[in-house]
């Protein structure tokens, strides 16, 4: 196996794995299980991060909304007000992020 510099980009790293790995499946024979060393496709891991960003921002609008809440009411505000003013800050954060 010769060692040679690569580009260092996904695509780049993804193909050098490639042939790292037919290189080792042709010296180990046909018990060699290439598949447990192929990772998931960049975009899905991508989209994967992204869901678990958008959870949590859901809930960081969650938390603002009782947050504005608990001070208003500790400030002597309507509760009327507070509640229509946090439930509509955390429903708008809910769909904006989930």
């Keep these: 196996m010769d060692v040679r510099p690569a580009r260092a980009d996904a695509a780049a790293a993804r ?44 809930w960081l609008s969650l938390a603002l909304g009782a947050l504005v809440a608990i001070i208003g009411l500790l400030r002597g505000l309507a509760p009327g007000r ?10 708008a954060g809910m769909f904006a992020f989930g």
Excluded: K
């Design 15 to 58: 193909l050098l794995m490639a042939e790292y790995l037919d290189e080792i499946a042709g010296r180990m024979g046909p018990g060699f299980d290439r598949s447990r060393y192929v990772d998931a496709a960049p975009e899905e891991v991508r989209e994967r991060e992204l869901d678990l960003l958008g959870r949590q921002l859901s």
């Design 82 to 91: 507070l509640l229509q003013s946090s439930l509509a800050l955390a429903i």
